[in-house]
């Protein structure tokens, strides 16, 4: 394999690892937000709704 | 001697280098007035600044020294180490670094005592063990780190390479305990963007040199063409990858940084920005390295590839960039490991076993006084070579394998697995711990391992975390589940009631 080759396909394998690990933190994220706010919803409505 | 005479600009931009480093470090000093100021930044490290301190602290003389002469030495090949590495950042990110950030204590050993805490002194025995077991692998570390030091400044200005290693002991020693985790995150920024731009910079100026990618190419195919293939066997470079791998998903220096962070959020952020610099970095060192055995074939060491290289190719001013690059290089991981080793015995051991009533200025001085003392040890060291074997690259993998044999299986079944208790865990650090050391020294000292395992096993790694995993497994099960209060921070389905009972 030419240089080039083995540059280019190290720098695909880069590529999957930091895509990877930028949607899995996304993901993660988005997970805990909604979370959050269903934990928030609880806590209203034992607290009477809010009002 | 030195190797060439120096330009003053050269001289004059590594010592303004130099001096913003102390200045960031006084500007820590001002900064800090507590134990959580001085080792985790007060936890208000965001994602760019943290990506790079992970870089920065992870990329050290191994890397800009050690590694690019093992790019010379060996060729483009060597660069599949990084999916390795990248592999524990992987392990680090689901199962580790956002766990350890909601813990959100200051030391990996305060994580020993509280998770194997039913050592009938409140973790406090299962801490001092961590401690200990850290202290000495950093020191190994660190000892590469200094001989790195040495090795440049005796090629730049020709002192003797004691004298040099005294230098940048001195300088990380100073900054360091007087400016703690802020100086050091701040410094390692700094550290990380200059290593990024001074190899970005020369690998053009390079390729131009010898006629881009396709000239090395044509040159090596003819007569050494393993140089851009691979000449490393398949089990030494899985060797280095379980050894980098392992390490980094359990490395006490930057579970460090990550508790310095803001949330967990910034943590997964991190560990993305820190894997774009190791892609760029990573790549341009390969590169560099194989440009510079055509242009320099016959280096006394490989270690000087990068030194020559920016006293030789690249200008003045571009020349000191890289240089201020490597020095960055040393010194941010120098940094990070003083203050974690040093917090081993400040933190962990006086703070907690000695005097547990100190008070906060007391604890900070404990600190800085544990620096200097953890500084000066590995210099000690260093100066005696032939113990650690000669390659820069080569310490740094011993000290990866240590790290990884005994903290990657504690650390993950901790986090995940219910049933492991503290016996288990303590045995586990100190039989993958004792497996590497033992491994080292039956291959690389005195020969007692037999051929045929070598062959097949490339890294001492291999068989400490295999023992850890099977001793922590085994004990674990042999013996009493951990109480409820081990396992509460880390399991929501666990609550501790007033009788000390599971829910």
Known sequence: MSLSSQLLTFLAVAVVYIGFTFLWGWYKGRQEDREEASTDENTVDTSGGGR | ?????????????????????????????????????????????????????????????????????????????????????????????????????????????????????????????????????????????????????????????????????????????????????????????????????????????????????????????????????????????????????????????????????????????????????????????????????????????????????????????LGALLIAAVFSAILSTVDSVMIVSGAGLAHDIYGKLINPDASDTRMVWANRISVAVLGTIPFLLALNKGLLGGLVQLIVVLQASMMGGMFFVPLVFGLHWKRANTLGGVTAMITGFSTVVIWHIGTEIMSFVPESLTSVIGDPVIPGVFVSFVTLVAVSLATRTPSPKCLEPFFKDVTVTDGGSEE
């Open chain 2, 1 to 317: 001697m030195a190797l060439v005479p120096l330009d003053p600009l050269f001289v004059g931009t590594v010592v303004v280098y130099f001096l913003v480093i102390l200045g960031i470090g006084y500007y820590g000093y001002v900064k800090t007035e507590d134990e959580v100021d001085f080792l985790v930044a007060g936890r208000s490290i965001g994602p760019v600044v943290g990506g790079a301190t992970l870089s920065a602290t992870q990329m050290s003389a191994g890397t800009l020294v050690g590694t690019f002469g093992i790019h010379y030495l060996l060729g483009f090949g060597f660069i599949w180490i990084w999916p390795g590495l990248w592999a524990g950042w992987i392990v680090s990110i689901l199962l580790v670094a956002p766990q350890m950030r909601r813990f959100g204590r200051l030391t990996v050993p305060d994580f020993i005592a509280v998770r194997y805490g039913d050592d009938g002194a409140d973790g406090d025995y299962a801490r001092a063990i961590g401690a200990i077991l850290i202290v000495i692998a950093y020191t190994v570390y660190l000892s590469a780190q200094i001989t790195a030091g040495g090795l440049i400044f005796q090629s730049l200005i020709g002192v003797a390479q004691e004298i040099g290693m005294f230098i940048m002991v001195l300088t990380a020693v100073i900054y360091t305990s007087i400016g703690g985790m802020r100086a050091s995150i701040l410094t390692d920024f700094v550290q990380a963007v200059m290593m990024a731009t001074g190899v970005l910079v020369a690998l053009p100026v390079s390729l131009y040199f010898l006629g881009g990618l396709g000239g090395i190419n044509a040159i090596f195919q003819s007569f050494q063409p393993s140089i851009v293939g691979q000449a490393l066997s398949t089990a030494d470079i899985v060797g280095f990858m379980a050894a980098f791998g392992f390490s980094i998903a359990a490395a006490p220096y930057e579970i460090t940084r990550i508790y310095s962070m803001r949330d967990e959020k910034t943590v997964r952020q991190a560990i993305g920005i820190t894997l774009i610099f190791q892609a760029i970095i990573g790549t341009s060192v390969a590169l560099l390295g194989i440009s510079m055995r055509v242009m320099f074939p016959n280096l006394s060491t490989p270690d000087l590839a990068s030194v020559i290289m920016s006293l030789n190719v690249l200008g003045p001013i």
